[in-house]
Each structure stands twice: as structure tokens, then as C-alpha cells.
């Protein structure tokens, strides 16, 4: 079981991946020692499962794509070369199962319809036996919370609306990408070294990303299940829906301490959210209260629950061209 210290590490990992030792053990009142073998100890035990850069991916000219399915007449062994196959995909970047309707998801980056159409027949075509009743949701607008109910706070508002206006990146920025976004606690100076650049350049490359919301934030990947928490997907269906009502539901998902991502989608849902509670029946609480506040708006919610989430979340899986 965790304590209130490793609560406390887990809650400032989440807001912020790269905080310094130094400045976690300040944070949580604990030596820098401790503090290292605290994390150090989080990770062995696959509490911790890595580090990520969330990146606003919208202004690298790129929209997010999901595909929603299920297995069909598949073995052990061929949906273990589906998902390395879908792992090692420089077009996808988010991969997970489900129970529920749904087996498997996966999200694709495409710069337009088109361009997602031919990745995702290219995937289809060579696992086409294996996957059906295939759903499409394209991902509109992602809203990160902080995971509050580590720490029982209430939560303030927080987001900010990040001008969507495009940037064009460097050749020295896309490797200082590929880096962060698959580990978000790698240091500038090693970045340095594997990039073979100097180190101010890197950090001022940093910098400049984080100056112009590329990147969205540094978290945590964290498997809730090792300290007694689930985690849910509610696809919520709307009625009679208008931009403002939209709003409302996500200022509720704002304010919740369960509630760790919401996003705004085009398909057969408008609205997912995730949660992480403890047990089936809180669920089932959130998901009563949820319809009590929006009656008026929620025609009907669906309810996954996650059987492994973050098989892949990497927000810039793409190859560097060595142009």
C-alpha cells in the first residue's frame, strides 16, 4: 500500500515529470535520498511505468484519430504480433484493451482524412481477419487533470485554451521531441549527447517548445490497479447539444478529482471521459451523478473499463528523416 508520501510523489510526478530530485524532496518534505529510493522503488513495483510529454499536437498539423474495435477468431500469439505491430507504428500513438464492447483501441495521427484513411486501410488489410465492428472517433479536444483524488483535494479550475496557430518545427526540435515524449525525465544533457548537439542548444530547443505550447506538460504513466484503483472510459452520447452545453459538462469533468482526461470527439459519441476510482460500484455512483447534473444533455453513456491501458502513448512516434 502507498503512503502519504508516495501519494505525494505520485500526485507532483503526474503534474510534472521533470522536476528535479532536489525539487520533488522539497516538495514532499523527504531527503533527496529518500526521495530517490522512493521513486526508484515505485518503478521496480510497475507503480510507476514511465514518463511522457503530452504535446499540442494540433499545432504540429496533426489530428488525432481513434479506432475502436474488436477481436475476431484471433490466438494468443497473433494478437501479440497485432499490438508489436501497432507498437512500433510511426503513426500511432496511443494504444490500449478494453472489456466491454470494445477489445482494442488505437489512435492514429494523420494531417487530414485522407492521409488517415490510407494508414488505417494499410493496418486493416493486414489484420482484416482478426478485427471487427470497427468504430471511428476523431479526437477534437483533449483536456489533462491532475490526478487529485491521490491526495483527497479539491480541485480548482485550471485549463487554458492554447492558441492552435501551426509551428513549424526544426530538424533539432523533432529530435528533441522523439526524445521527451517517450521519456519526459531524460535530462537536456543527455538529450545532448544522444542528438549530438551542444547543451545550451538543447535547452534553449526546450525552452522555445514549451514557450510556444507545443508542449502541452511532463506526467506520469501510472498503473492504478497497484494501489487499488480502476480505471474507466465513459463515451458519453449527447442530445439536443450546444456549444455551451458542451462546456458544461467539461467544467464538471474540471472540478472532479477522479477524472483524468476528457476530450471532445466527432462519431458515435461526443464526449470520453476516464476516470480512476476504486471499485465498480464508485462507477456506478459517478456515472448516476452524472446523469442526475445533465439529464437535459446525455442521452446515453457507455461504459469501458480499461484491461491495459498505455500499451503505447507516445506523442511523437514519428520516423526523423536524416534529410
Known amino acids: 500500500m502507498l503512503d502519504i508520501k508516495d501519494k505525494k510523489l505520485l500526485y507532483e510526478l503526474d503534474l510534472n515529470a521533470r522536476l528535479s530530485i532536489r525539487q520533488l524532496s522539497k516538495k514532499i518534505g523527504l531527503s533527496q535520498e529518500a526521495t530517490r529510493y522512493r521513486l526508484g522503488r515505485l518503478q521496480q513495483k510497475r507503480v510507476v511505468l514511465g514518463f511522457v510529454t503530452y504535446l499540442n499536437f494540433v499545432k504540429l498539423g496533426y489530428f488525432g484519430y481513434a479506432v475502436y474495435c474488436r477481436y475476431s477468431n484471433i490466438t494468443e500469439e497473433k494478437k501479440q504480433e497485432l499490438k508489436s505491430f501497432l507498437k512500433k507504428h510511426e503513426k500511432i500513438y496511443w494504444i490500449a484493451e478494453y472489456g466491454g464492447r470494445f477489445d482494442l483501441s488505437f489512435?492514429?495521427?494523420?494531417?487530414?482524412p485522407r492521409?488517415?484513411?490510407?494508414?488505417?486501410?494499410?493496418?486493416?488489410?493486414?489484420?482484416?481477419?482478426?478485427?471487427?465492428s470497427t468504430t471511428l472517433i476523431t479526437k477534437l479536444e483533449p483536456n489533462k487533470y491532475p490526478r487529485d483524488y491521490l491526495l483527497e483535494k479539491k480541485r480548482t479550475g485550471h485549463q487554458e485554451k492554447i492558441d492552435q496557430k501551426a509551428y513549424p518545427l526544426t530538424k533539432i526540435e523533432e529530435k528533441i521531441l522523439q526524445k521527451l515524449t517517450t521519456n519526459a525525465r531524460i535530462t537536456a544533457a543527455?538529450?545532448?549527447?544522444?542528438?549530438?548537439?551542444?547543451?545550451?542548444?538543447?535547452i534553449y530547443g526546450i525552452k522555445k517548445l514549451e514557450k510556444n505550447n507545443i508542449i502541452g506538460g511532463y506526467t506520469s504513466i501510472l498503473d492504478p490497479t497497484s494501489f487499488g484503483y480502476q480505471a474507466f472510459q465513459l463515451n458519453i452520447i449527447t442530445q439536443n447539444i450546444t456549444e455551451e452545453k458542451i462546456k458544461k459538462i467539461l467544467a464538471y469533468c474540471e472540478y472532479h478529482p477522479n477524472i483524468i482526461l476528457a476530450i471532445k470527439v466527432l462519431g458515435d459519441w461526443n464526449i470520453e471521459i476516464i476516470y480512476e476510482v476504486e471499485n465498480a460500484k464508485k462507477m456506478q455512483e459517478c456515472i448516476i451523478e452524472l446523469r442526475n447534473n445533465f439529464s437535459d444533455i446525455i442521452k446515453d453513456i457507455e461504459l469501458l473499463n480499461f484491461f491495459e491501458d498505455y500499451i503505447k502513448l507516445n506523442h511523437y512516434p514519428f520516423k526523423i528523416s536524416q534529410k
Not at 489512435?107 to 487530414?112: E, L, R
Not at 486493416?124 to 471487427?132: H, Q, R, W
Not at 543527455?190 to 538543447?202: C, F, H, W
Request: glycine fraction near 0%; proline fraction near 3%.
Open 115 to 132: 492521409e488517415f484513411d490510407e494508414t488505417l486501410t494499410s493496418i486493416l488489410s493486414k489484420f482484416s481477419n482478426f478485427l471487427t
Open 107 to 112: 489512435s492514429i495521427f494523420a494531417k487530414n
Open 190 to 202: 543527455e538529450i545532448a549527447r544522444e542528438i549530438n548537439k551542444p547543451l545550451s542548444t538543447v
